[in-house]
């Protein structure tokens, strides 16, 4: 069965290499934005109101009802939070972590092995770059299809040596089963008891990202602000670099991960499911002057044939449907012929009449 073709990017130079330049000392135009709000705090230490809530997986597992509310609270006043003890091997996360390090630290002839192809939207690159003017992100990433296999690309994920290839087979493999756990858990936590007839058998992506030292990183975004498209993010810090940002209460706060922990966070797919019960939350990630930023995303969403909209158990008179029906497939191809702005396509698939207010 041959790969579905959801969008593509502009190919555009790498990062990295710019970034290794010895006599790099100002910013090339391109990337230079002049949009960049302040942070509101470093570290969120100061004030405990700022803390991004800690989910125990196990206490989730076990029922229990008190941990079940936090999840449910950090999704509807958060829309992140950082998992602990959620299964997944530390050997594994450890090797996963070598590995990737290991990728981008590759010479570019053989990085270019994996370029994103001039119709593609996967590969190494960037993604969502429509014109030859826009600004451009302070990263480099490498996005891949993971599941369903058939929808990998053939020149990607197979051609990747082992042990690479093998660590993320069996990373890609464990963060599916602890989204779909996750997914779960939160079908009891809006009271419909399941989501899986909703997303079949899933679609999983994942984006490495490399964010290189720059010399004026006030001057640039590593990854624009925008709400992840997908239903469920599950983020891995590979270093200890920060660097993740999200928008609270109308200002940036710096997350600072959990030793152990994956920051996850509630993707737009999943605000339309609840129907709004649970956000997606802006979020961005910026860069240093003096030290590199590596980080893993796993994506889980709705198989391509299904379709989404507000879950029928959370309408009817009084709570209308605030988005719209539409199939997993077009949703993509929409979202992929767009550049990164904020909340912006989800916004486009909110019902115009609905008396809900575009955040």
């Known amino acids: 069965m041959e ?7 502009i190919i555009v130079p790498s990062v990295q290499e710019l970034a290794k330049g010895s006599k790099l000392v100002t910013v090339p135009d391109r990337y230079i934005r002049d ?3 302040a942070l509101i705090s470093s570290t969120g230490d100061d004030n405990n109101d700022l803390q991004v809530p ?16 936090k999840l449910h609270l950090a999704c509807q006043d958060w829309g992140f939070f950082q998992l602990i003890n959620h299964g997944v091997k530390l050997s594994l996360v450890e090797k996963l972590k ?12 053989e990085k270019k092995k994996f370029w994103q192809g001039p119709n593609e939207i996967e590969g ?25 296999k058939h929808e990998r690309r053939p020149h990607l994920f197979p051609n990747l040596h082992p042990p690479f290839s093998d660590a993320l087979e069996d990373f890609s493999d464990e963060t599916r089963k602890l989204g779909i756990k996750i997914l779960e858990c939160l079908g ?9 007839e909703v997303f079949g058998e899933g679609q999983q992506m994942m984006r490495m990202n ?31 670099m920060d660097g993740l940002q999200i928008m609270k209460d109308g200002e940036w706060f710096l997350v600072k991960p959990v030793p152990n922990a994956f920051v996850v966070n509630v993707g737009d797919i999943l605000e339309i499911l609840s129907n709004g019960t649970y956000k997606s939350v802006l979020h961005r990630a910026m860069v240093n002057v003096s030290k590199e930023r590596l980080s893993i995303g796993s994506f889980y969403s709705p198989s391509l044939t299904n379709e989404i909209g507000p879950m029928t158990e959370l309408t009817g008179p009084g709570t209308p449907g605030k988005f ?9 191809k929409g979202f992929f012929t767009r550049t990164l702005d904020g909340k912006s396509y989800l916004d486009a698939m909110r019902i115009q009449d609905s008396d809900e207010a575009s955040v």
């Not at 790969?3 to 990017?9: D, E, I, P």
């Not at 070598?98 to 002839?109: A, D, G, H, T």
């Not at 992100?137 to 891949?144: H, S, T, V």
């Open 324 to 332: 719209r029906r539409i199939t997993m497939a077009d949703y993509w």
């Open 124 to 148: 190494y690159g960037q993604a969502f770059v429509l014109s030859e003017d826009q600004k451009l992100d302070w990263a480099d990433m490498f996005f891949l299809t993971t599941f369903p």
């Open 98 to 109: 070598i590995e990737i390090q290991e990728f981008f630290n590759l010479s570019i002839e």
């Open 54 to 69: 800690i989910i125990d997986m196990e206490g989730l597992l076990s029922g229990d009802g008190v941990e079940l509310m």
């Open 188 to 196: 009891k936590t809006l009271g419909i008891g399941s989501l899986r």
């Open 35 to 37: 949009d960049v709000d």
């Open 3 to 9: 790969a579905t073709v959801l969008g593509k990017s």
């Open 210 to 240: 490399y964010y290189p030292p720059c010399p004026e990183p006030h001057t640039v975004v590593g990854l624009t602000a925008h709400s992840d498209a997908v239903a469920l993010t599950i983020l891995l810090q590979l270093n200890d």
